[in-house]
């Protein structure tokens, strides 16, 4: 039995490394590609030379790369990120608080069933009339930011966890005669670290990685983020891929970094999504 037992750990553990090992498996040949030299882009595995000439392609300094052009784009892309992702927080903490420990009314399954229903469609479905309402806002900040800010998701994770807390917290500090600002702050943020952190890198994570709203509502070029740069920019750089295997490294960069500092808050978040 102990063989048995042991052979079977074997093969899950192997099993586990080989199926994660096809999943790194992109992020390594794009970071491979990126620093091989142009000619022997996308016909080496395992690089026998490196350079950076991509990455200085860039930034203006390697060939005829326009640096301004993608330093704008990166710009752009955390202009945008950063608030749309600070927002749904906010407008998701505020929400969630108000529909499970503020307000007492009898239309609270009514809105959990709408928020849940919304969820059951594809973004996509709502683009043109999201486009259409906020066109006056076409070519700016506020139309990257604003239409995406509130999260249905994001009011549906805080709902939940708010439901999981005791009532006489916040019935204590009521008492005490605290506002429902005062406990927001005080009370019912710091013990959201968790939620509002995989709220925050899950919307910043979408937002970075979003394409179809950002080309339609700013194509300008000054106002492209740097995922739609290199859509556009992948054709007549078709004959040298390395800039645009270097841009994908840098538009996964800040993700990395965000989920390396905040991967504690991030497992407790998931662990309470799997409650």
């Known amino acids: 039995m102990k063989r048995k037992k042991k052979a079977r750990t074997v093969i899950v553990v192997a099993v586990t490394m080989i199926l994660l090992l096809i999943s790194l498996f992109p992020f390594y040949y794009m970071v491979v590609q990126s620093v091989l030299p142009w000619d022997r882009i996308d016909k080496e595995v395992l690089p026998t030379g490196f350079t950076m000439r991509s990455y200085q392609y860039l930034m203006g300094t390697g060939g005829a790369g326009n640096s301004l052009m993608w330093v704008r784009a990166l710009i752009n892309s955390l202009i945008v990120s950063l608030p749309t992702a600070v927002i749904s927080v906010v407008c998701g903490l ?13 239309g609270k399954k009514f809105i959990m069933d709408s928020l849940l229903f919304q969820m059951f469609f594809p973004a996509i479905i709502l683009l043109v009339p999201k486009f259409m ?46 506002g429902p600002l005062v406990i927001i702050r005080r009370i019912a943020f710091p013990t959201t670290k968790s939620i509002s952190t995989i709220v925050f ?75």
């Open 133 to 178: 309402i906020s066109k006056a806002m076409a070519n700016s900040y506020f139309g990257m930011i604003l239409p995406l800010s509130v999260s249905t998701w994001a009011i549906f994770m805080y709902i939940n966890y708010f439901r999981t807390l005791p009532d006489a917290v916040f019935e204590a500090a009521k008492i005490d005669g605290a």
């Open 94 to 106: 505020l929400i969630g608080y108000a529909v499970t420990k503020l307000a007492r009314f009898n």
């Open 201 to 275: 890198l899950s919307i910043f994570m979408g937002r970075w990685s979003e394409l179809m709203w950002d080309m339609l509502i700013s194509p300008k070029i000054e106002m492209q983020t740097l995922n739609v740069l290199i859509s556009t920019q992948f054709k007549p750089m078709g004959n040298y891929p390395g800039p645009m295997y270097a841009a994908s490294v840098i538009l996964t960069l800040p993700i990395i970094l965000l989920f390396l500092c905040f991967s504690k808050y991030f497992k407790e978040g998931i662990s309470f999504m799997l409650k």
